[in-house]
């Protein structure tokens, strides 16, 4: 059975950085994009980037470019999630995602999901 495990969320300071790691399990991604969403309190899930099979293409939403950076290490089956510059709005569950298909920053529709690692940035 195929399976997404976050880590690497927590609290972290205005400014600050975290590096949110997403290993698959069950089956090799290697093939597949991969990507993060997050939903904050009270809003919709939001896409945030989405790499490519071969790292050759990434997607990132408005808000987190220049600041967020995705890579994924196939050997390991595993995408990871570099954010720096944190914000308060920032703040949010992060979900990893793999499989299906994606067409554009925004347009990424994911076959597989984890169950979320929280990132709190307070202010």
């Known amino acids: 059975q195929e399976q997404l495990v976050e880590s690497g969320g927590g609290l972290v300071q205005t400014g600050g950085s975290l590096r949110l790691s997403c290993t698959a399990s069950?089956?090799?991604?290697?093939?597949?994009?991969m990507g993060w969403f997050r939903q904050a309190p009270g809003k919709e899930r939001e896409f945030q980037a989405v790499?490519?099979?071969?790292?050759?293409?990434?997607y990132f939403a408005d808000s987190v470019k220049g600041r967020f950076t995705i890579s994924r290490d196939n050997a390991k089956n595993t995408v990871y999630l570099q954010m720096n510059s944190l914000k308060p709005e920032d703040t949010a569950v992060y979900y990893c995602?793999?499989?299906?298909?994606?067409?554009?920053?925004?347009?990424?529709?994911?076959?597989?999901w984890g169950r979320g690692t929280q990132v709190t940035v307070s202010s």
């Open positions: 069950g089956r090799t991604f290697s093939d597949d994009p």
């Open positions: 995602a793999a499989g299906g298909r994606y067409y554009s920053a925004g347009s990424y529709y994911p076959k597989y």
């Open positions: 790499i490519d099979w071969n790292s050759a293409v990434t």
